[in-house]
C-alpha cells in the first residue's frame, strides 16, 4: 500500500486550528487511505465479534498478541493485565491500626519501598554503549499509579539503549500507552530505510521480523495487552511513510538522534490523536453497547483524553540525548577532581516555572488570552505540563471536543471530572504540544550516573541533594576505600573507627538499590540528611485518599555510566 | 644470609615487623657459620654461583618446609642435595608467620609432628648457634561455651596419650597465667604449658645453616620452570639458570606448589589454594608484656594472641576469608598484600572483647600474611602417584612452622626407607587425585576450611562446599526421597534418609557431641536390615579391573595379595594388600571374572593410593592392563533377610534354600566347575564361598551379583553398569515394597559393622597394621605357591608374637541419653594403665550398647621391650575408655557376640571377611 508521505508540521498544525479528520488538510491526502484502513479493520473486529459472539475485546487481543509477539518485541507482553503491585494492599487498615499501635515495622516500610524496585546491568560490550547498568523504582499515589518508566536496547540500526519515565494524569492510560510505544517510534525514526523496507517486506510476506527492542521490565510493570493492533499499524504507517520520503540523509551524525527523537514524539502524540478520532467516528453510543469496551484502559479514547509527560534519555556510543516534554528531569551525577559531587541538569522544566516556556505559551497565543492562558500556573488554569502527550483537550478544535462530548457521555462518565466539560477560554487551540526539548551531552568519564525521575521526586527533592545520595550510595556500594590508621592509634579507637564504618556500609547497603535509597531518603528526610524512620512510616501508611495530597507518584531510574 | 639480611633491609619498613627478623640473629648467623660455598658466593650481589648439572635431590623451596626436608635428609645421611629458591630464603609465608609453635592439633599425627618440630627448634639454636627466638610461653585454648570445652578435654585426653603435658584449668587459673584475659565469659581452657613462640625466619634461617654445614647447596634466585619426567620418573629439574638431572624431586613450593606441580611434564596435582591472613602487631602496652605469657588462642572469638615484643600479636581465622591467587599469579615474592582494616574487625572485636585492657594499646601494623590451605584443612606429603620419585610437602594451611620439623622428618624418612616411621596416611598427597585439583573447587573449599580451623567439630561433620561433584546415577531419586549426603573423595553418599515429615532444617545443623538427632532414622534403618531388606547406594567404591593376556594378572595379584587368588572363576576373595613390613596398602575384595581377569574392590578413597599401589609394582608388560572402572558400574547393597527374595523375584533364578545349601553359594547348572565348586562348598560348610556371578535384574542383563554385604547381615551386593542403575533401582524398589524395603544410609551400615567387628582401612587399618594384629592371619596363605608381599615380616612377627591386638569393646554403664558419646581416638585403659585408643565407634542398636573398635598393647617389659599379646592380657581386665575426661567401664572381646548371628559358625568368618567399609 502506497501512502504519501504525512509532514507534521507542528506550526501548520497551529495554523489550522483543528485537527479534524473531516477537514484534513490538502498537503495530507495520505491520511485519507490510512483512516479507511482503520476504520474496515475496527469493522471487522466488531462484525467478528459479533459473529462469534465473542467481545470485542477478546477478539482484538487475541490480534494484538500474536502481532506483538512476532513483530515487535523480543520479550512478549504477558497475556494478562498486570497491575502495579501495591505493597500496602491494605494500606488504610494499617494506617488506622498504625494510629492506633504504633507505626510500621522496619520489614513492613522495606517491603513497600521495593516492592517495584528493579535493577538490571548490562553486560559490557559495544551493545550496553557506555551504560553499566541502572537502578529503578516507582512507588504509587494515586491508585492506580500514573507514572510509568521503561527501558529498552535497540537492537537493529546503531543500537543504543533508551530509558523513559513518564507521568500521567487524568488516568494512567496516555503514560501506559506511551511507555510502550514510544521507543518503537523512536527505533522506526532512526533505523536505515533499508532496514525499514526489510522490515516492511517481512511483515507484508508474514515472515519473522527480527524484534527491534530488547525490553529490560520489572516483572510487575504495566504491560496492557490491548490496543496493540491499532498501535502496531500506526507504526507501520509510519514507517512506511518514512520509507516513502525516500530522502534518507546518510549523515550518521548525532543531530540525526535528535531529529528522531522529535519525530517519535510528534508522530506519537499525533497517531494517539488520530486513532482517538477515528475511534469516536466509529463507536457512536448506540454500536458502543459492548460492555467494558469504554471503560477499557487502553481504549483510544481514554489514551487521548489522558496525557502524560515524558522524559526519555538515549545513550549511545558516548552521547546522551535527552528528550524531555513535561515536568520530569534527568539530572546527571558528575563527580568533580576533589570528589566533590555536582549536579548537571539536562532537561528544562515545561511548566510555569520556566519563564521562557511561559514567554513561548504566552506567544503562541494572541494578547488577548494573556491572562487566561497561564492562570494560577496552570494552563488554562487546568494543566499543569505545558507540554504533554495525550490531552486532546487542550488539542483538538472545540467542535470536535462538543462531538466527543456529546456522542460519548458513557467514556467520560469513565475518565476523571475534570475532563468532561470544555476548558475554560479555549479560543485558539491547540494550547497544548508534543514538541520535545532535546539535550545533548557528550558523556565525560566524570559523568557517573544520570538520575530520571517524575516530578514526584523533585518536588520532595532538590537535584544537589538526589546526585550526592546516589553518589555516596554508588561510592558505598563499590569497595570503600580502606582506612590507613595512623601510627599512634589505639586499638579502642580504631574498634569504634571500624564499627562505624561498618554502620555506615550497611545503612548505604539497607537499600541495593539506588532508586530505593532515593526513595527511602526522599520520604523520611529528617532535614539532616539522614532518614527519619517514624517520618517514612508515617509517608507510607498514609491512606490512599490522603496520600496525593503529600506525594505525587515518585519513579526514579538511575542509569550508571562510568564506575568511580 | 648476607642475602637475607638484604631482604629484611629491603622490606622491613613497609611490610616486615623488623623485630620478627631480628638482625642480631643474621649477623651472628654469620659468614662463619655458612660453610657451604655456594652460599658464601650469594654475598656477592650479582654474581650467582653456577647452577650445578647433577644431583641427586632437588628440593624447590627456600621456606621452613624446604630447609626442614634438606636438613632432615642431610641428617639421614643423603649427600647431594640441592636447594632451590625462587627469591630469597624465607621470603614467602615464612617470613611473615606469626611464630606460634602449639601442639593442640586436630588429629594425633599432627601433635605428633608439632611436638617433634618443638624439640628440634629448642635444641637448634644450640647446633647452630643461630638464635631462633624460641620462647617457651606454653598456650591457653579458651572454652566460651561448653561444647568447645568438652572438644578441649577431648584434646586433652589425645595429647596426653602422645605424652604431651596439657591440663583442663578452670577460669580462675587462666587470670593467673595471663593478666589480660577477661574470663568472664569462660567455661574453662586448655592449657599446653610446653607450647612456644619462636621467630620462623630465623627456624628457616637455623635449618639452612645446619644443612649447609652437611654439605646441602642452597641457591637462591633461582626459580624452577619445570621438572622433566621420563617414563614415570623424574630425570631433571629446568631453573631459570639451567638445568639439574636428579632421582628425586620435592616440592616445598608452599603458595606456589600447585603451579610448580602443573608445569611439570606430566601434571602433578597440588591440590591447595591461598587465603589471605592478618594478624595486627601493637607497640610495646605501657606495661610491656612479659614475653613468656601464653599464647592465647580463643578459637569461639576466632582470633589467637600472643606477646610479641612487649605488645601483643593477634590475627585470627575469619568466617569470610579472602582467597587469592586463584589465576595463579607467578607472583615472585609476597610484595604489597594489602591491608584491610575492615575486613579485620570482627578480629579486633573479638580481641578487644577477650582483652578489654589493652584498648588503648598503639597500632604498629596490620600483616597480610598469604596462607596455604588444602581441601581436608590436613597437609599434603609424600610421594606423587603419577610421578616416581616426585615429592611433595605443602599445603600446610597456616601451621608451617608447627608442622615443618616433623613433617620434613618424616618426608626425609618416607624419600629414605620408603615409608615413613608413623602412620601418615591422614596426610598422603595420594588422599587426593586429579578431580580435587580444579581451581574452582579449590577455592571454594578453602574459604570453608579456613574459618574451620577454628569452627567447633563434632563427631561426623561434613564440608559443605565443592559437593555434588561426583554422584551416583540415583542421586537425585535417593535425594527426593529425603537423603542427607556425605562427601568422600569427591562422592556423595547418603549418611541416611529423612522420614517426611521430619524437621529437616534442625537435622542438619544440630551440632552436639551426645545423641545425635539422627538416632532414631538410623534406627530404624538398622531394624530394616535386621528384619526386612534395605537398599544402599554404595557406588562411590574404588573398582579396578585387572586383566592380562597369559597369567600376568594372576601372578601380580598373588604377590601383591596375602590372600590366595588363584580361586575358581566368580569367586569372590577378601585380601589385604601389604607392604614389606606386612601392614595393609589396601584391603579389598578381589573377584576372579576369568581366568586372567579381575575385579577389585578397594574403598572409596583408595582410588589413587591403590591404583599408584598396583602401578608400582605392574611389571612394564603390553599385556598386562589396569583399569579403573569406578565410573561403569553403580553398587547397590540390598542387606536383609528378604534380599534374597527381592533378588529372586527379580531374576526369575529359583532361590530356595534347597537350590542353596549356603546363602552364599548360588549354583548354577550351566557351569558345571561352578557347581562343583558350590557343591565343596556345601559339603564343607566350614568354608564360606562368597560368589559372584553376572545375572539379569529386571530388564537389565549383565549385572554382577555378589554374595557379600560389607556388613555381616545376609544379602548381595549388585554391581549395575551405570546405564541400568536406575531400571535396577526401580525395579528392586517396587518389587521390594512387599517385603518391607527401604532406602538405607551408610551411619545403619557404619553400625552394622562395628557391631559385628568389621574393621576398616584408613581408619581402623593402616600400613602399619598387619593382619595377624587384627585376627585375620586367616586371610594370609603362608602356604600358598608364591612369595607375596609382606610374608617375610608376617612369618617373623608370627615368630616373635604381636605386640598389640584389635579389640572390640563394648562399653558398660553408659547412658546412651545422657553420656559423651564415643567418637575415635579415645584412651582406652586396663586395669587403670594406658594400654592404647579407640580407632572408630558406633552405637549398636542390637546390644543397645557403644562398641569401639581399637588396639590395645601389653606395657613395655622390664628393659622396655615390647610384651607379646596374650588372650589372656584382653580378656583378663578391667578395661576403660576415656571420652573427654571421662573413664567408662567396658568389656574387651576378641571376638564378635555369637549370639547376634543365626548361623554362628560360618558367619564367625564371615564377618570378619566382608570388611569394605568404603570409610
Known sequence: ?564 | MCSCVRSSRAMAPALLPRLLLPQMGFRLAGRGLWTSPQCLAVSGDSQLPPVPGQARVVICGGGIVGTSVAYHLAKLGWTDIVLLEQGRLGAGTTRLCAGILSMAKPISIESKMANYSSSLYQQLEEETGVKTGYVKTGSLCLAQNQDRFISLKRLATRLKVLGINCNIIKPKEIAKLHPLVNIHDLVGALHLPDDAVVSSPDVNHALAVAAARQGVQILDRTAVQQVVVEKGHVMAVETDRGSIECEYFVNCAGQWAYELGQASEVKVSVPLHGCEHFYLLTKPLQEPLAPNTPVIIDMDGRMYARPWQGGLLSGGFEKNPKPIFTEGRNQLEIQNMQEDWDHFEPMLSALLRRMPHIEMAEILQLVNCPESFTPDMRCLMGETPGVSGYYVLAGMNSSGLAFAGGAGKYLAEWMTYGYPTANVWPLDIKRFGNLQSSRTFLRHRVMEVMPLLYELKVPRWDFQTGRQLRTSPLYDRLDTQGARWMEKHGFERPKYFVPPGKDLLSLDQSKTFYKPDWFDIVGAEVKCCKEAVCVIDMSSFTKFELTSTGNQALELLQYLCANDLDVPVGHIVHTGMLNERGGYENDCSVVRLSKNSFFIISPTDQQVHCWSWIKKHMPNDPHLHLEDVSWKYTALNLIGPRAMDVLAELSYVSMTPEHFPSMFCKVRETSRSKAACCLFCALALMLPCLYLQEMSVGYANGIRVMSMTHTGEPGFMLYIPIEYALHVYNEVMSVGQKYGIRNAGYYALRSLRIEKFFAFWGQDLDTFTTPLECGREFRVKFDKDTNFLGREALLQQRQEGVFRRFVMLVLEDHDTELDLWPWWGEPVYRSGQLAGTTTSSAYSYTLERHVCLGFVSPPPGPEGLPTPITPDFINRGDYEVNIAGQRYPAKAKLYPFSSLFTQQKRRKEDMELSNLQGK
Open chain 1, 1 to 564: 500500500m502506497a501512502v504519501p508521505s504525512i509532514i507534521y508540521n507542528k506550526t501548520e498544525e497551529m495554523n489550522s486550528a483543528s485537527i479534524n479528520i473531516h477537514l484534513v488538510p490538502p498537503k495530507h491526502p495520505a491520511v485519507v487511505p490510512q483512516l479507511i484502513f482503520l476504520l474496515l479493520l475496527q469493522v471487522l473486529l466488531v462484525l467478528e465479534a459479533i459473529m462469534l459472539r465473542r467481545s470485542i475485546a477478546q477478539a482484538r487481543r487475541c490480534w494484538l498478541e500474536i502481532r506483538q509477539s512476532r513483530y515487535l518485541s523480543t520479550a512478549p507482553a504477558p497475556p494478562e493485565l498486570r497491575r502495579l503491585h501495591y505493597p500496602a494492599s491494605s494500606r488504610s487498615r494499617r494506617c488506622q491500626a498504625g494510629q492506633e499501635t504504633g507505626q510500621l515495622s522496619l520489614a513492613q516500610i522495606n517491603r513497600m519501598l521495593k516492592a517495584n524496585e528493579h535493577s538490571h546491568i548490562l553486560p559490557r560490550g559495544p551493545t550496553s554503549h557506555g551504560v553499566l547498568g541502572f537502578h529503578s523504582n516507582t512507588l504509587p499515589s494515586n491508585h492506580p499509579s500514573e507514572d510509568r518508566r521503561s527501558s529498552a536496547t535497540c537492537l537493529l540500526g546503531r543500537g543504543g539503549v533508551l530509558f523513559g519515565v513518564f507521568d500521567g494524569h487524568a488516568g494512567p492510560s496516555c503514560a501506559q500507552a506511551i511507555s510502550q510505544r514510544l521507543f518503537y517510534y523512536f527505533t522506526v525514526a532512526m533505523l536505515p530505510l533499508r532496514t525499514l523496507q526489510e522490515l516492511d517486506r517481512a511483515v507484508e510476506e508474514d515472515r519473522a521480523v527480527p524484534p527491534l527492542l530488547e525490553w529490560h521490565k520489572h516483572p510487575q510493570d504495566h504491560s496492557s495487552p490491548d490496543g496493540g493492533a491499532i498501535s502496531f499499524h500506526s507504526l507501520r504507517n509510519y514507517w512506511q511513510e518514512r520509507l516513502d520520503e525516500d530522502d534518507e540523509e546518510d549523515n550518521e551524525d548525532d543531530g540525526r538522534v535528535t531529529s528522531a527523537l522529535m519525530d517519535a514524539f510528534r508522530r506519537l502524540d499525533y497517531d494517539v490523536s488520530v486513532e482517538a478520532q477515528v475511534h469516536l467516528s466509529l463507536s457512536s453510543p448506540r454500536r458502543v453497547s459492548i460492555p467494558g469496551e469504554g471503560f477499557s484502559l487502553s481504549s483510544p479514547l481514554r489514551v487521548a483524553l489522558s496525557g502524560s509527560t515524558a522524559c526519555v534519555v538515549h545513550v549511545s556510543n558516548g552521547v546522551l540525548h535527552v528528550a524531555n516534554l513535561g515536568d520530569s528531569r534527568a539530572v546527571l551525577g558528575v563527580q568533580e577532581e576533589d570528589g566533590r559531587w555536582m549536579a548537571l541538569s539536562l532537561t528544562n522544566d515545561h511548566n510555569a516555572q520556566n519563564p521562557e516556556e511561559l514567554q513561548r505559551i504566552l506567544g503562541e497565543h494572541p494578547a488577548s488570552e494573556r491572562k487566561t492562558v497561564v492562570r494560577h500556573d496552570r494552563l488554562l488554569g487546568l494543566l499543569l505540563p505545558f507540554r504533554a502527550f495525550g490531552d486532546v483537550r487542550f488539542k483538538w478544535s472545540p467542535e470536535m471536543l462538543s462531538r466527543l462530548y456529546d456522542t460519548r457521555p458513557d467514556v467520560l462518565s469513565a475518565v476523571s471530572e475534570s475532563v468532561r466539560t470544555l476548558p475554560p477560554h479555549y479560543l485558539t487551540p491547540p494550547y497544548l504540544s508534543a514538541q520535545p526539548e532535546v539535550t545533548r551531552h557528550l558523556m565525560k568519564p566524570a559523568d557517573k550516573f544520570l538520575v530520571l525521575a517524575t516530578d514526584g521526586l523533585w518536588e520532595l527533592m532538590h537535584r544537589q541533594t538526589v546526585v550526592q545520595l546516589v553518589g555516596n550510595h554508588v561510592a558505598g556500594l563499590q569497595q570503600q576505600r580502606p582506612i590507613v590508621p595512623s601510627a599512634d592509634t589505639t586499638l579502642g579507637c580504631l574498634q569504634r573507627l571500624l564499627l562505624e564504618r561498618r554502620g555506615r556500609v550497611q545503612s548505604v547497603l539497607e537499600d541495593q538499590n539506588a532508586a530505593t535509597h532515593l526513595l527511602r531518603h526522599a520520604l523520611g528526610d529528617d532535614g539532616y540528611g539522614s532518614v527519619d524512620q517514624n517520618r517514612l512510616a508515617r509517608m507510607l501508611s498514609l491512606p490512599a485518599d490522603l496520600a496525593r495530597s503529600y506525594r505525587d507518584d515518585i519513579t526514579i531510574t538511575m542509569v550508571h555510566l562510568n564506575d568511580l
